[in-house]
């Protein structure tokens, strides 16, 4: 169903399935999985890896769900299913590894993992009869790129966004995984 390139590894990639698992693949052993991610419940329409933290992805499914996974584990590290509609698209912040949006049927969602791992910190409805489908951080601006069923593109300027110095590596995710991490089985 999607694809994605490791960001540093290009040998190395991701690919998401219609039954909803996630197999890291090596285009040197194509004969086999080095690795199967299973969390979702329906088909994954797209997995991406985070642009910082080199060992952290995200993906969704129409399964309603969002899930950040770490590369070396193969069960979900944290799981979003903020409504019940098919998640499409989902994208990282190319400014910030603790930044993402979310496109689903009826809505599109800003999550800030700094802020909160439980609510989205922007959503923005779609209107009756229109459903979200896919979605793009402009790299150069702060701007979020919508595109819907109508085959409409809208841009949405996003204010107050932190800066790449700001960001840096995204000591965010490494305290959310350090933290999961610690925490009894």
Known sequence: M????????TNIYLAG??????HKCSCSYNEQYLNTYRGHKGPVYKVTWNPFCH??????????GVI????????????????????????????SS??????????VEIWD????????????????????????????TDCLLVGDSDGQVSVYELRNMPTAMESGRGDIIDTLLGSKSNQPA
């Open 2 to 9: 999607c694809f994605s390139f490791h960001p540093k590894d």
């Open 17 to 22: 399935t219609e039954e909803g698992h996630i």
């Open 113 to 140: 993992l700094h802020i909160s791992t439980l609510d989205p910190l922007i959503v923005n409805t779609a209107n009756p009869g229109i459903k979200f489908t896919t979605i793009l951080f402009a790299k150069q």
């Open 98 to 107: 603790y930044i993402f949006a979310a496109a689903n049927e009826n809505r």
């Open 68 to 95: 950040i996974w770490q590369q070396e584990n193969v069960k979900p590290f944290l799981s979003f299913y903020p409504t019940t509609s098919v998640v499409y698209d989902v994208a990282w912040s190319p400014k």
């Open 55 to 64: 060992d952290v992805f995200l993906s969704c499914s129409a399964d309603w």
